[in-house]
């Protein structure tokens, strides 16, 4: 079945960095578009990065750019999400997403505080 695992997140200082990964299982990885979203408390889930199957095409969210990086390995079948300069509005739970057909990881906390 399909899988999408995340791990790297974590507590870190502000205008520190983390790396977040997602690796996926149970699909034709390089097919499919992939993308990361989050969700801070109390607030909707927000589309963070996307970026395409041949990673040709990729898009973020205004107040991530120029800060975060989103890239894929097509061989491992994972995305990464490298993020820097973070801040404390960055803290949120991150998960990996398949768009179509939808797919959903368990989600990685990251924590950006002094």
């Known amino acids: 079945q399909v899988q999408l695992v995340e791990s790297g997140g974590g507590l870190v200082q502000p205008g520190g960095s983390l790396r977040l990964s997602c690796t996926a299982s149970?699909?034709?990885?390089?097919?499919?578009?992939m993308s990361w979203y989050r969700q801070a408390p109390g607030k909707e889930r927000e589309l963070v990065a996307a970026?395409?199957?041949?990673?040709?095409?990729?898009t973020y969210v205004d107040s991530v750019k120029g800060r975060f990086t989103i890239s894929r390995d097509n061989v491992k079948n994972t995305v990464l999400l490298q993020m820097n300069s973070l801040k404390p509005e960055d803290t949120a739970v991150y998960y990996c997403?398949?768009?179509?057909?939808?797919?959903w990881g368990q989600g990685t906390q990251v924590t950006v505080s002094s």
């Open positions: 997403n398949r768009p179509f057909p939808s797919a």
């Open positions: 149970g699909f034709t990885f390089g097919n499919y578009a």
């Open positions: 970026i395409s199957p041949t990673s040709s095409k990729i």
